[in-house]
């Protein structure tokens, strides 16, 4: 009976040890596929950002949103990174909001026209050159050479009115929400879009769409932190609820990657130079940190972890209780191609 037990001790020794290995390393696999998943799902938005606007050269873009007051304005870049607000305040170093914005509409790369008569301010009509590629209740925009950009909204197909130069009218009748002829909100510059130089574009019927990347905390406590990878997608008029898309992300860091004309080469940094527009943002770069789900308890991870170390680095610091768990760290460069294509 002694032998027994004794055998049995092994065995059970024996089985708990090739268990918890086990266990680490399904944890370390998880957190490597976890990894790949969310920097792919990243970049193929990443890819898409721009895609319908670059060419309007937008510095800021107003326009209404149907059940609010007052113009709403949003950034003309095709990407924008922010240190996350809603981050608890221990991961706000940690933890990135990347915001990429699109064309809702494939229509928006070809359905271009110029105007034909000077707009000073919102009227029901306008003249423009070109009415192939737009249709009623596209959302169009509006620019002008300086980067002013304002949405409006088609309220019938455009017709060809016989004009001088064959100018086709379009409608943007005060029925549509977005639509403000007397300009009350101030959507329009001072001294409105030119004949000749304002030009419209359709951006589709769901406007400008923005997916937005962040960290999310599955709770309120910070030892270890819980969170994850998740996005929310919106178009011009609705807005979807976060969902998650990678558990146990614990970094989100990005930076812009800027051109340089006069040497010709890519510089990163966190923040938009002065004067800066869209066309000049060519690459963003991100790195994560994904956590192994298991905690084991005879590692100890390194302190810090730094993305980017070579040029701009950006450093991740673990606390005492994120210590036992193992991690993946993932870093890419994603070329913006809707710039890249549409330099000059």
Request: a negative charge.
């Amino acid at each position: 009976m002694t032998i027994g037990l004794i055998a049995l001790l092994v065995m059970v020794q024996t089985f708990s040890a090739s268990n918890a290995h086990k266990a680490n390393t399904v944890s370390g696999a998880d957190a490597t596929t976890a990894g790949q998943v969310a920097m792919t799902l990243l970049e193929r938005d990443l890819l898409n950002a721009g895609a319908g606007l670059i060419g309007t050269g937008c510095r800021t873009i107003k326009y209404l949103k149907p059940g609010t007051s007052g113009a709403q304005e949003m950034n003309g870049m095709p990407v924008t990174i922010v240190a996350d607000p809603s981050a608890p305040s221990a991961l706000a170093s940690r933890s990135d909001r990347i915001t990429i914005r699109y064309a809702s509409s494939g229509e928006a790369s070809i359905a271009k026209a110029t105007l034909t008569e000077s707009m000073p301010s919102p009227s029901s009509t306008m003249f423009a050159n070109i009415g192939m590629g737009f249709s009623e209740d596209d959302l169009i925009v509006l620019n002008d050479a300086e980067g002013h950009c304002a949405i409006q909204q088609l309220t019938q197909d455009p017709g060809s009115v016989g004009r001088g130069g064959g100018a086709w009218r379009f409608q943007i009748n005060p029925s549509s929400p977005y639509n403000d002829p007397g300009d009350s909100a101030g959507l329009f510059p001072s001294d409105g879009y030119q004949s000749g130089t304002g030009t419209i574009r359709s951006l589709g019927p769901g406007g400008i769409a923005e997916t937005v990347y962040r960290l999310q905390s599955r709770g309120s406590s910070t030892a270890p932190p819980d969170t994850d990878l998740a996005t929310s997608r919106a178009d011009m008029a609705s807005t979807t609820a976060a969902q998650t898309l990678v558990r146990d992300v614990v970094a989100l860091r990005a930076q812009y990657g800027w051109w340089n004309r006069t040497t010709n080469t890519v510089s990163f940094s966190s923040t938009i130079p002065t004067g800066a527009g869209a066309a000049d943002l060519v690459a963003v770069r991100v790195g994560i940190l994904v956590r192994a789900s298991q905690r084991d308890a005879s590692y100890t991870a390194p302190e810090t972890f730094s993305f980017f170390e070579y040029d701009t680095p950006v450093q991740i610091t673990l606390g005492s209780a994120e210590r036992n768990y193992r991690y993946r760290s993932y870093e890419t460069v994603v070329p913006l191609r809707n710039a890249l294509w549409n330099r000059e």
